[in-house]
């Protein structure tokens, strides 16, 4: 059965995007007006979290509670820190600047792995290339930065598995000439990423944005569009890519996802913050457990 989508809040008309969920409240990146959402799960109460986020697109927590988010604008790793300051964690990699971060995934030991997009003209000072990076901290609080995929043109989301020993990642290039598939890497031991298994080929049709764990180890995508193909879907693939649920959502382009207890938090190109309550499933994240 197709889950119920409803409007947890109003939709704001340009993206959102970078659903984390805080133990109380739900975050999600309005990206476009350079500010961080909240909303109150119970309450239904949007506020603004946080402002001057030089376009910060994907969020996440690591195991102690931290906030990172990818600045697009501000073409770094950030951290968003209780004080109000926005900390500069990573900007560069082999000595020259990153393009466009988009998306994140925390181990427990605060590796950072985010995907970083050159588009179709690489910035001055800036990489030439579009990979999966990793910000390794280190024991002065700095973060050392590594290349971690060398075959990737356009990586979108990305998740590790419970066990930290996959990295899910979103390979979702527009250009036709260029794939579109649902990856698994295995993690080495030294923190690089092995060849990667592909679990699905969206073809010609859009491919995942972001996604999200179920505690089952199942894969929660935001999938499709209204150009081509069965249109704004979230797709549940097992860890093998077998599809094993679809669910219709009344946005054109779903972007990223996340649970609270049995309920999906979908945000959207169109700038929604929907919800489809009690689907049977729940989520598995690093941070709050």
Avoid at 216 to 224: H, L
Wanted: aromatic fraction near 8%; hydrophobic fraction near 35%.
């Amino acid at each position: 059965m197709s889950w119920e989508f409803e409007h947890a809040a109003p939709v704001i008309g340009s993206i959102t995007e970078g659903n984390a969920w805080t133990g109380e409240k739900m975050l999600y990146s309005n990206i476009a007006m350079n500010r961080i959402m909240s909303l109150d799960v119970k309450t239904g109460l949007v506020e603004v979290f946080r402002e001057d986020t030089q376009g910060t697109n994907g969020l996440n927590f690591d195991s102690e509670g931290r906030l990172f988010g990818c600045s697009g604008d501000g073409r770094a790793i950030v951290r968003f820190d209780p004080n109000g300051q926005m900390v500069v964690v990573a900007d560069r990699v082999d000595g020259r600047r990153i393009n466009s971060p988009n998306d994140l995934a925390i181990t427990p030991s605060g590796s950072i792995y985010f995907s970083d997009r050159v588009g179709d003209v690489s910035p001055d000072n800036g990489i030439s290339y579009s990979a999966i990076i990793s910000a390794e901290p280190q024991d002065d609080g700095t973060y050392k930065t590594v290349r971690r995929t060398f075959d990737s043109s356009m990586p979108n989301g990305l998740l590790f598995s419970a066990d930290y020993k996959t990295l899910y990642v979103a390979q979702s290039d527009y250009r036709a000439s260029e794939d579109r598939h649902l990856r698994a890497y295995p993690v080495n031991d030294d923190g690089s990423l092995g060849e990667y298994e592909l679990l699905h080929d969206f073809g010609p049709h859009r491919g995942i944005d972001g996604m999200t764990l179920s505690s089952e180890g199942n894969i929660v995508a935001c999938t499709g569009w209204e150009l081509s193909g069965p249109g704004g879907m979230i797709t549940v693939f097992d860890p093998k890519g077998r599809i094993i649920e679809t669910h219709p959502t009344p946005a054109q382009r779903p972007t990223n996802c996340t649970f609270v207890g049995e309920d999906l938090y979908v945000s959207s190109i169109e700038g929604h913050c929907l919800v489809a309550r009690n689907t049977g499933m729940t989520g598995h994240l690093l941070w709050p457990n």
